[in-house]
């Protein structure tokens, strides 16, 4: 099995790309070479201090969205666009009803615009997500009510 020389200007550029976008991970194949970084994220955790029960965090509510049975996940990472080009009005707003299967928004992943269609018919309730910014796989989008 021959082995292929690394190419570190590659790896470079994606680690910037890593940096750039705040993703965790990118892959990069062309068929012959696949290269891909991933960058660890570590969590500490401290000892609880008794105090106050605090109020209700973006956390908590962000639980509570994820936990919503009209709420849609990103089905993979990449870049959201809440409309079909630029200078365009968004597909949907908070309050429009939209059928099932109405494109809610575009994630570009790997150069390609795939749409985020509605699972169900309902009233958008809410947009958690901003235009051109990167979500992470399962990441709560709308919320479809």
Known sequence: MASTPI?????????DLLGETGLTEIEYDTGEVRLRVAKSVTVTATAPVAAPAPAPTASAAADTVEAHPGTVASPMVGVVYLAPE??????????DTVAEGATLLL??????????????????????VNDA?????????????
């Open 86 to 95: 630029p200078g365009a009005p968004n597909f949907v707003a908070v309050g």
């Open 7 to 15: 190419d570190t200007d590659a790896v470079r550029a994606l680690a």
């Open 133 to 145: 910014t990167p979500v992470e796989y399962g990441e709560p989008l709308f919320v479809i009510e």
């Open 107 to 128: 994630i570009e992943a790997m150069k390609t615009f795939n749409p985020v269609r509605a699972p169900r018919a309902g009233r958008v309730s809410a947009i958690l």
